[in-house]
């Protein structure tokens, strides 16, 4: 199939806290994995990106961690600012019919409370 | 370099009208995606486009939907006979020749079907 699972659908955390969001996928061929945030009304934008040949990597207070063997990927934001409120969605890369695409998760809406 | 820029950013069409959503790709970029997002959900990819090919249109209905990106000019995804359930978010995408670098999005078109 070419599911991608998401979860928690809904975050809240304080100000300062971490967060954390997992992501499933389906196909063992994908072999990359991005995540986006998306501000209410606004384009969804990149914000880190991981690799199949990687295990983890940071940029700031963002970082991600992918295991290959489980399928399973995740985004974790430490120190979290009001201003990281948006929904966050995971993306695998599709292989079929030797064409690529991404599919995405549902999205996690992320609040913080100051 | 200006970003992947989508025309309109709104349309308002009457049930039974035809919807043209224009995306133009970031400079450099050949492919084209389009994606469908539904309030409170992900996004769902539609189409996959090079220019004058459509690489995999396994998300487009096989109804009133149609996509392009011709040699020259904006790629257009059509939609006839519009019915309330398009309503919708549209978002365009653009990668360069290799997916596995970036995904860009465009701020889509919110079309509302009266």
């Known amino acids: 199939g070419e599911n991608v699972e998401q979860h928690p659908s809904t975050l809240s955390v304080q100000e300062g806290d971490s967060a954390v969001i997992k992501c499933t996928y389906s196909d063992s061929a994908s072999n990359y994995f991005p995540w986006y945030k998306q501000e209410l009304g606004k384009r969804p934008q990149l914000i880190i990106d991981i690799r199949s040949n990687v295990g983890e990597k940071k940029d700031q207070r963002i970082a991600v961690t992918l295991n290959k063997t489980a399928k399973h990927f995740s985004l974790h934001i430490t120190e979290t600012q009001p201003e990281d409120s948006a929904v966050y969605f995971c993306a695998a890369i599709l292989t079929q019919g030797g064409s690529e695409k991404l599919v995405f998760g549902k999205g996690t809406k992320l609040t913080v409370n100051p | 370099n200006a970003g992947v820029m989508q025309n309109p950013r709104h349309l308002v069409r009457r049930r039974g009208q035809e919807a043209r959503l224009r995306c133009s790709p970031m400079?450099?970029?050949?492919?084209v995606y389009w994606y469908r997002q539904l309030p409170e959900e992900g996004l769902k990819f539609m189409v996959y486009?090079?220019?004058?090919?459509?690489?995999?249109e396994s998300g487009m209905p096989k109804e009133r939907f149609s996509a392009e990106f011709p040699k020259e000019g904006p790629s257009i995804l059509r939609i006839q006979q519009v019915v309330r359930g398009d309503s919708a978010a549209y978002f365009c995408a653009s990668s360069p020749r290799d997916l596995g670098e970036k995904l860009f999005f465009g701020s889509g078109t919110q079309l509302s079907v009266l």
């Open positions: 400079k450099g970029h050949s492919h």
């Open positions: 486009l090079q220019k004058e090919n459509i690489i995999d």
